[in-house]
Antibody, heavy 117, light 108 residues
Framework: QAHLVESGGGLVMPGGSLRLSCVAS????????MAWIRQAPGKGLEWISY????????YYAESVRGRFTISRDNAKNSLFLQINSLRAEDTAVYYC??????????WGQGALVTVSS | EIVMTQSPATLSLSPGERATLSCRAS??????LAWYQQKPGQAPRLLIS???VRATGIPARFSGSGSGTEFTLSITILQSEDFAVYYC??????????FGQGTKLEIK
């Protein structure tokens, strides 16, 4: 059974940085397409980034392009999201998710990022 | 970017009733639509992909239909555990993947 565990969330000041991690287990990570999706408090779901199995193909939502960087380490079954220049509107629960057929079949429990002074 | 619009925003029903949730795409997406269920404090769970294919372990009371721009998620004989927020998501034209704003299914 696929299992995803995020870590690295916390309280950050505006303009600050954070690195989220997601450790995968229960499936062959190096064949999985992965994504980050976030959810602001009381709001809906927003896809923010995608990475292919090798990391060669990467996409970002317009709202985070240039500030967020997705990466992966297949040897460590890990997915990362480096988030820089944080703004109040980046406050959200950040989920890592495994894509299966372009839908998100498996999700982590989420990591809360709060941007506040 | 394809905009997904869900209706109604809130649906109030009683256990045992049937729920019908709608999702509309701003342009045709074929059958490239997924539905998710999210309960408070939990991650979303995939219910349906390909507009009508239930994910592993999803009860048969959940069914999806539609194609093009109009889609429906139906839940027959509502159980107490079905009261949650439901999201649709398109994957026909991406990036970006886009979600609807959600329908809250609440107990009447």
């Amino acid at each position: 059974q696929a299992h995803l565990v995020e870590s690295g969330g916390g309280l950050v000041m505006p303009g600050g940085s954070l690195r989220l991690s997601c450790v995968a287990s229960g499936f062959t990570f190096n064949t999985a397409y992965m994504a980050w999706i976030r959810q602001a408090p009381g709001k809906g779901l927003e896809w923010i980034s995608y990475i292919s199995t090798t990391g060669r193909t990467i996409y970002y939502a317009e709202s985070v392009r240039g500030r967020f960087t997705i990466s992966r380490d297949n040897a460590k079954n890990s997915l990362f999201l480096q988030i820089n220049s944080l703004r109040a509107e980046d406050t959200a629960v950040y989920y890592c998710a495994r894509e299966v057929g372009n839908s998100f079949a498996y999700w982590g429990q989420g990591a809360l990022v709060t941007v506040s002074s | 970017e394809i905009v997904m619009t869900q209706s109604p925003a809130t649906l109030s029903l009683s256990p045992g009733e049937r729920a019908t949730l709608s999702c509309r795409a701003s342009q045709s997406i074929g059958s490239d639509l997924a539905w998710y269920q999210q309960k408070p404090g939990q991650a979303p769970r995939l219910l349906i992909s390909g507009a009508s294919v239930r994910a592993t372990g999803i009860p048969a009371r959940f069914s999806g239909s539609g194609s093009g721009t109009e889609f429906t998620l139906s839940i027959t004989i509502l159980q107490s555990e079905d009261f949650a927020v439901y999201y649709c998501q398109q994957y026909n034209d991406w990036p970006p993947y886009t979600f609807g704003q959600g329908t809250k299914l609440e107990i009447k």
